[in-house]
């Protein structure tokens, strides 16, 4: 009988900002999973305890865990990372969110017959705020949707592609998937692969949240064109199924209509600002980013 084939190398990414009170459990979960792997995060200069918690556990696992700052968006944070990890393929996972400890052992396999893997997220927290279903947008038959924060690439698919757009406030993991999509790639979604993602803690919070969300849906649409007819419309109505479901989707609709009527923010086009692709190493005509 022939031995297993030695598991593909993983570099864990992630970006966070403030985090002082999810970053150890994070970390700890990470610690367990199924090696090898690397944990490479980078921290948007905050201003609690995150940086001295990250520290430490650099300090205490120098082969797994390297801590770099850098200040800027999610997508700046995430494509950071990714330039310094050492792995075949990067998984991104979020400073709110812990690991199930399987969760790197249940990807491999989903990566190695596709160059993009998404796991199950699950909600932890307020009861109200933690059944809400994703608005699910399809594209050539995948849904784009599936969040980073359970979210892994093929390395060089993800270079390819110049990684995050660091122009979206929200919505970039969404971008990403698109363009992945759009060059040939298959979404496989991988329901053993389980983050929990903790919930917002106030009601407040919740709805600055969807209200963003909503924003980046927009911003979407200016960079690739009305995406209206890949909604499932019928099943997102029939999803929402509560008071707090429906106050969420107003809040998303208030914020994508804002970007609509304000002008708000750079106007995203397919194209990356010369001063943008030498952030993240793309060529300034955007070629990778298109199929």
Not at 36 to 54: C, G, H, K, M, N
């Given at each position: 009988m022939?031995s297993?084939p030695?598991?593909?190398f993983v570099?864990v990414v992630v ?8 970053i150890?459990?994070?970390l700890?979960?990470?610690?367990v ?24 556990y650099?300090?205490?696992h120098?082969?797994l ?10 997508g700046?944070?995430?494509?950071t ?6 792995g ?34 699950v ?5 109200q ?9 399809f ?12 979210l ?29 999509v759009e060059?040939?790639a298959?979404?496989?979604?991988v329901p053993?692969?389980?983050?929990y ?7 407040i919070?919740f709805l600055?949240?969807a209200?963003w ?15 209206w007819?890949?909604y499932?419309v019928?099943?997102l ?9 429906w106050?969420?989707?107003a809040?998303?609709?208030?914020g994508?209509?804002s970007r ?6 750079e ?7 010369a001063e ?16």
């Amino acid at each position: 009988m022939g031995s297993s084939p030695t598991p593909s190398f993983v570099s864990v990414v992630v970006t966070v900002k403030n985090e002082q009170r999810h970053i150890a459990r994070l970390l700890e979960s990470l610690l367990v999973q199924e090696a090898p792997f690397e944990v490479v995060v980078v921290d948007a200069l905050s201003r609690d305890q995150t940086w001295t918690i990250l520290s430490r556990y650099a300090r205490d696992h120098p082969t797994l865990i390297r801590v770099s700052q850098r200040y800027g968006s999610r997508g700046i944070g995430r494509n950071t990372g990714v330039a310094a990890a050492k792995g075949e393929f990067v998984a991104f996972i979020d400073g709110d969110c812990f690991a199930d400890s399987g969760w790197l052992a249940e990807l491999r396999p989903a990566l190695q017959q596709n160059d993009v893997a998404a796991g199950k997220t699950v909600s932890v927290g307020p009861l109200q705020y933690g059944l809400l279903e994703r608005v699910e947008l399809f594209q050539r038959g995948n849904d784009v949707t599936f969040p980073s924060c359970n979210l892994a690439y093929r390395r060089s698919l993800f270079l390819a592609l110049a990684g995050f757009d660091p122009r979206f406030i929200t919505a970039e993991d969404i971008d990403l998937n698109l363009r992945a999509v759009e060059r040939g790639a298959r979404i496989q979604f991988v329901p053993s692969a389980v983050v929990y993602h903790q919930m917002r803690s106030t009601f407040i919070r919740f709805l600055y949240q969807a209200f963003w969300n909503g924003y980046g849906r927009k911003q979407l649409t200016e960079k690739h064109g009305s995406l209206w007819g890949n909604y499932r419309v019928r099943r997102l109505m029939s999803n929402q199924k509560s008071p707090t479901s429906w106050i969420r989707l107003a809040a998303a609709l208030v914020g994508y209509f804002s970007r609509v009527l304000t002008g708000f923010g750079e106007r995203l086009t397919p194209t990356l600002p010369a001063e943008v692709a030498r952030e993240n190493g793309a060529p300034a005509d955007g070629s990778a980013g298109r199929a």
